[in-house]
């Protein structure tokens, strides 16, 4: 089901967005509706990648022991 919202936008940039969609022969609508859903996505990946690394950091039997970087040996 899809609902209708309503959007402020700069009159200058809707211009622009509109010749933007008409040269990818498409609709302002859709632009935004795939922005979203692009944003949706990439913070649903991002989730996910964080979780599976939290997720390795608890499970993994690698250990540093008492072994710290030395800031001297980086220079």
């Known amino acids: ?3 209708n919202i309503t959007l402020a936008i ?3 940039l809707l211009d622009k ?3 933007l969609a ?3 022969r498409t609709s302002v609508n859709e ?5 979203l859903t692009k944003l949706v996505e ?3 990946a991002h989730d996910e990648a964080r979780t599976g690394l939290l997720n ?6 690698a250990r540093l022991g008492k ?3 030395d800031s001297e040996a980086s220079s």
């Open 10 to 12: 700069d009159e200058d």
């Open 31 to 35: 632009l935004v509706r795939g922005f």
């Open 22 to 24: 008409a040269l990818k």
């Open 67 to 69: 072994w710290r970087p």
């Open 17 to 19: 967005v509109r010749v």
């Open 56 to 61: 390795l950091m608890e499970t993994s039997p």
């Open 1 to 3: 089901m899809t609902k």
């Open 42 to 44: 990439q913070e649903r």
